[in-house]
């Protein structure tokens, strides 16, 4: 008979947590596992005397759902998603619905949906970040695909995931295709950004200015009281503090390699598709891509040298400007993502809501921030804003950290100490804020070597003109194009 309000596929620690968190919210749900031990387990442990359904079989589990039937997908992105949705699909009928929460690439969700709605359902392509604990107590929801779902998914999905302090809900309708999942995607890359910057600046603290953990625990829990209030900064805090049973403080104690999963670097491909400027982003997923030629830079350690110079000035306003840097290098790295965003919606058709998604990122998942609330109230104000950047609160809170941001980025070049997403961050605000920047010239070269043709600053826009700049090259041009 009929019970389950939601299915979930999937039994690894965000299925299980999300699966957790409906239940306590008054959901019953289904859920199964390829590996039908674990369902067993599930149901005899985390789900004891719960209203939780363990399936053995993808048509138990199906038989188990109200129609028309809710299917959250919650396994690994890729291959494994497209079987599933093989074996599923004969079991469903018109109506029923295909949810994918995974951390899916937005071209295989478009690709999906066709699929699955030519079979006469609905499928939701749904970023949902938070990581396991987001799961449980609540993440930040992004649902993207057929319109036509929502209405189903929307009191399930509302009454999960998290909400800011003013108690709207860290979740909303996105928009049509694989939107959803795109705004997960630069969520995962601004993450990365977020990321990177934190580390540069723990960098600094203790290379350049010789700073303890202790020290250094300090200050970002101050910061995290101030405009840098957010999630990343007060686990950044907790860490610091952190030590083993030994006493020896952990992070000392970890491999400087990263890891990496792929969402970062499908945000910075995106961005060169769609010709947008992600610069802090593409460093941010390059410097992993470095850390992890470990072995690599020991060696080169012992023979490529640096300065030998050591900080010599004022650590307390060093400290001062690093937090300005910080904020001021954030707000790039966000004005890239939302820039990202609008070029994706004008490319791919979709509507999309600039504050909502701030909203949506408000709480529950890996970048929630204070901030956040300011970028909500700059598209309130201006929903065709063109960059953050433009706004008069970001505009002053730039002008504002500008000197501290110049004096961190020249420190780190005359101390040697890598800060590449921090000094992108500096060098974008710098070509953005140019009304004249040096590609004329370039045109030039491509002109000269290729007959690419150049526009004037004495024509109108749209002309393009060729130079025989040899005297043999004669004076056919080749088509223009853009990349």
């Known amino acids: 008979m009929s019970q389950a309000d939601i299915g979930v596929v999937g039994l690894a620690v965000m299925g299980e947590n999300l699966i957790l968190n409906m239940e306590s919210k008054g959901f019953t749900v289904a859920c199964t596992n390829r590996t039908t031990s674990k369902v067993d387990a599930f149901i005899e442990g985390r789900a004891a005397g719960k209203n939780i359904l363990g399936a053995k079989s993808v048509e138990e589990f199906v038989g188990m759902l109200k129609t028309p039937r809710k299917v959250m997908m919650m396994v690994k992105a890729g291959p494994a998603v497209d079987a599933f949705i093989d074996q599923v699909l004969p079991l469903l009928e018109p109506g029923d619905i295909l949810i994918d929460g995974g951390n899916t690439y937005f071209p295989d969700t478009n690709r999906r949906l066709a699929k699955v709605e030519e079979a006469g359902l609905l499928y939701v392509g749904s970023g949902v970040s938070g990581g396991e604990e987001g799961a449980l107590t609540g993440p930040s929801i992004m649902p993207g ?8 998914v ?15 809900p860290c979740c909303d309708w996105v928009g049509d295709g694989g939107a959803g999942h795109f705004v997960k995607m630069v969520h995962n890359g601004i993450e990365y950004g977020d990321m990177q910057m934190i580390c540069e600046t723990y960098d600094m603290m203790s290379r350049g200015l010789g700073m303890s ?12 009281g101030g405009v840098l209030d957010s999630y990343l900064i007060e686990i950044t805090r907790d860490i610091l503090a952190y030590k083993d049973e030994d006493g020896n403080a952990t992070v000392d104690l970890i491999l400087d390699a990263a890891g990496q999963k792929g969402t970062g670097k499908w945000t910075a491909i995106n ?5 947008q400027p992600l610069t802090l982003i593409g460093e941010a997923v390059f410097a992993r891509c470095l850390s992890a030629l470990k072995e690599e830079r020991v060696a080169a350690s012992s023979i490529l040298k640096g300065p030998e110079s050591s900080f010599d000035g004022d650590k307390k306003a060093l400290v001062a400007d690093l937090m300005q840097a910080l904020y001021a290098s954030k707000i790039v790295s966000y004005a890239q993502g939302y820039q990202l965003m609008r070029a994706a919606a004008e490319e791919y058709g979709w509507t999309l809501n ?17 901030f956040l609330g300011d970028i909500k109230k700059a598209f309130d104000k201006d929903q065709d804003l063109d960059n953050l950047l433009l706004d008069s609160f970001f505009q002053n809170a730039v002008e504002t950290a500008q000197a501290s941001w110049r004096r961190v980025v020249a420190n780190s070049a005359t101390l040697g100490i890598p800060m590449p997403a921090i000094s992108a961050a ?8 140019s009304a004249r920047l040096p590609a004329n ?4 070269q491509r002109d000269y070597f290729g007959a690419h043709t150049y526009e004037r600053t004495d024509k109108e826009r749209g002309e393009f003109f060729h130079t025989n700049w040899t005297g043999r090259g004669g004076n056919t041009s080749a088509s223009t194009y853009d990349v």
């Open 145 to 152: 695909g057929s319109k036509a779902a929502w209405e189903h």
């Open 154 to 168: 929307k009191p399930i999905f509302q009454g999960i995931c998290a909400r800011t302090d003013e108690g709207e």
């Open 213 to 224: 953990n202790e020290e250094m625990h300090e200050v970002f829990a101050e910061w995290n």
């Open 271 to 275: 961005a060169l598709d769609l010709g």
């Open 354 to 370: 600039y504050g909502g998604i701030a909203l949506m990122w408000r709480g529950g998942c890996i970048i929630r921030s204070a």
């Open 426 to 433: 500096l060098a974008y605000y710098d070509g953005y804020r």
């Open 441 to 444: 010239l370039l045109q030039a």
